[in-house]
């Protein structure tokens, strides 16, 4: 995806709509993603344990995010 910058007094107003409403588009996915998370209960269920886990410092229980974004 090629990504041009450009002031917003250079665009017109259809351009300009037309990122808004991109920007807007992407945040009401990770909006909704983010609530199919909160309701799922056994998910949630999952988060909160390994947060127990990691607060009580058991190794094996949960990967660290430095770990994951390293692998």
Do not use: Y
Request: glycine share 6%; with cysteine; net charge negative.
């Amino acid at each position: 995806m090629k990504v041009i910058k450009r002031k917003v007094s250079d665009m017109t107003v259809d351009e300009l709509k037309s990122v808004v409403h991109e920007v807007i588009a992407e945040d009401m996915e990770t909006w909704c993603e983010t609530l199919e998370i909160l309701v799922d209960k056994n998910l949630m269920g999952q988060i909160r344990q390994v947060d127990r886990d990691r607060a009580a410092g058991k190794k094996g229980g949960f990967v660290s995010w430095d770990n994951i974004k390293n692998a």
